[in-house]
């Protein structure tokens, strides 16, 4: 069947009041072939995200219809490898709630996200100058450094992009320390090898369900832009991610305004700045 996810924006909402009406929900929706599997619950700003396998929308809206009366304002179709990719296959409390992947105890997962791009700068011409199987050693190296940063700090590689990789993280704070440590690693590359290869990267965080029909879809667009954006070497992170690690000892230059394809506002951007701080985090 296929998978949908929905948003209720429900101010004042507490764990308990969503709790029973998940439950309300599991209690009903065999009556109309649905399955609801979890739910993410951002108590902060009142909104509830709920995944279901359900024959159409229309059946997963008359559960809840019939459960609670809390109709979705939003529901999505979303491919079940890419909500994985993004959402993961976090655990859930004995409320049907999900927790925060690979955290401690009982927490919440609110299913906020901060996803990240990676881009080699100039991948094309690399290609040309040096040759197709210099240019796919080099993409090794990429992926590589990539992938031992996502490992280190918890990140989840959403896909390939032929010259890049996309990354969701459940914390903002280690998307950012992430960028530190896979800029970190690529310098030291250079100085080990003489081989110039400089990446730029590009982190936004946001919600399941936005204004697009896609799962993160404003997300995903706004941390590419800012991914084009960055200089060689450069790691730009939106307003969000940088307000998410105040307080986390990192260091954002502040670059103001900037207006970027796709967006009908201009998108106050962040600079990462080095530090010696790149390290795993304690597990």
Same mark, same amino acid.
Request: aromatic letters at 6%; charged letters at 20%; glycine letters at 10%.
């Given at each position: 069947?296929?998978?949908?996810?929905?948003?209720?924006?429900?101010?004042? #909402?507490?764990?308990?009041?969503?709790?029973? %009406?998940?439950?309300?929900? =599991?209690?009903?929706?065999?009556?109309?072939?649905?399955?609801?599997?979890?739910?993410?619950?951002?108590?902060?700003?009142?909104?509830?995200?709920?995944?279901?396998? #359900?024959?159409?929308?229309? @059946?997963?809206?008359?559960?809840?219809?019939?459960?609670?009366? *809390?109709? #979705?304002?939003?529901?999505?179709?979303?491919?079940?490898?890419?909500?994985?990719?993004? *959402?993961?296959?976090?655990?859930?409390?004995?409320?049907?709630?999900?927790? =925060?992947?690979?955290?401690?105890?009982?927490?919440?997962?609110?299913?906020?996200?901060?996803? *990240?791009?990676?881009?080699?700068?100039?991948?094309?011409?690399?290609?040309?100058?040096?040759?197709?199987?210099?240019?796919?050693?080099?993409?090794?190296?990429?992926?590589?450094?990539?992938?031992? &940063?996502?490992?280190?700090?918890?990140?989840?590689? =959403?896909?390939?992009?032929?010259?890049?990789?996309?990354?969701?993280? @459940?914390? &903002?704070?280690?998307?950012?320390?992430?960028?530190?440590?896979?800029?970190?690693?690529?310098?030291?590359?250079?100085? @080990?090898?003489?081989?110039?290869?400089?990446?730029?990267?590009? &982190?936004?965080?946001?919600?399941?369900?936005?204004?697009?029909?896609?799962?993160?879809?404003?997300? =995903?667009?706004?941390? %590419?832009?800012?991914?084009?954006? %960055?200089?060689?070497?450069?790691?730009?992170?939106?307003?969000?991610?940088?307000? *998410?690690?105040?307080?986390?000892?990192?260091?954002?230059?502040?670059?103001?305004?900037?207006?970027?394809?796709?967006?009908?506002?201009?998108?106050?951007?962040?600079?990462?700045?080095?530090?010696?701080? @790149?390290?795993?985090?304690?597990?």
């Amino acid at each position: 069947m296929p998978m949908y996810m929905d948003i209720h924006e429900i101010r004042g #909402a507490t764990a308990k009041d969503v709790a029973k %009406a998940h439950s309300a929900d =599991v209690e009903t929706q065999r009556k109309y072939g649905v399955e609801y599997h979890k739910y993410w619950f951002n108590e902060s700003c009142g909104k509830i995200f709920c995944l279901c396998s #359900a024959p159409n929308p229309e @059946a997963a809206a008359s559960v809840h219809r019939e459960a609670h009366g *809390l109709v #979705a304002e939003k529901i999505i179709e979303v491919a079940p490898e890419i909500a994985e990719g993004f *959402l993961g296959g976090c655990e859930v409390n004995s409320a049907g709630a999900a927790l =925060v992947p690979g955290g401690a105890g009982n927490e919440r997962d609110p299913g906020i996200r901060t996803v *990240l791009f990676t881009d080699i700068v100039g991948s094309t011409q690399l290609t040309q100058r040096l040759g197709d199987d210099a240019a796919m050693a080099i993409l090794h190296v990429h992926d590589a450094i990539v992938r031992d &940063a996502l490992g280190a700090w918890g990140g989840r590689e =959403v896909k390939h992009t032929g010259d890049g990789i996309m990354a969701c993280f @459940a914390s &903002a704070v280690a998307a950012a320390r992430c960028a530190t440590r896979i800029q970190g690693a690529f310098a030291q590359h250079e100085q @080990a090898n003489r081989d110039q290869v400089r990446v730029r990267i590009g &982190a936004a965080a946001g919600e399941p369900v936005e204004n697009h029909l896609d799962l993160f879809g404003s997300t =995903v667009q706004l941390a %590419a832009r800012l991914c084009s954006h %960055a200089q060689p070497e450069q790691s730009l992170v939106s307003n969000v991610v940088a307000e *998410l690690c105040i307080g986390k000892g990192l260091t954002f230059q502040d670059l103001g305004e900037v207006s970027l394809k796709g967006f009908d506002r201009p998108v106050r951007v962040h600079a990462v700045q080095p530090s010696g701080d @790149a390290a795993p985090a304690p597990r």
